[in-house]
């Protein structure tokens, strides 16, 4: 299996941005596609955006417009830059494969948004 280790999280304030990276130990698109996944407290983790190995991103709606996903192939890196946060969007979030995951779910990296 692949390992995912995220990083890039912290606490911002409102309207104030970040960028995420995910790592992957291995080929990333065994499904077609990588995603970045978040999960607040008491919430069910959730797709937030993903890529194929194309380029092809796809934005949940909540975020589409303040997100952006990309990926460096050669190193088998994603990313999720993030701007405009709200505090709704505080949770922590995971990479992994779509529509099937491609290794363990790592520790995730905390996003909080608060002023």
């Known amino acids: 299996q692949v390992q995912l280790v995220e990083s890039g999280g912290g606490l911002v304030q409102p309207g104030g941005s970040l960028r995420l990276s995910c790592a992957a130990s291995?080929?990333?698109?065994?499904?077609?596609?990588m995603g970045w996944y978040r999960q607040a407290p008491g919430q069910q983790r959730e797709l937030v955006a993903r890529?194929?190995?194309?380029?092809?991103?796809v934005y949940e709606e909540s975020v589409k417009g303040r997100f952006t996903i990309s990926s460096d192939n050669a190193k088998n890196t994603v990313y999720l830059q993030m701007n405009n946060l709200k505090p709704e969007d505080t949770a922590v979030y995971y990479c992994?494969?779509?529509?099937?995951?491609?290794?363990?779910w790592g520790q995730g990296t905390q996003v909080t948004v608060s002023s």
């Open positions: 992994n494969g779509w529509p099937g995951i491609v290794g363990s």
């Open positions: 890529i194929t190995t194309g380029g092809r991103a």
């Open positions: 291995g080929s990333m698109y065994r499904f077609g596609a």
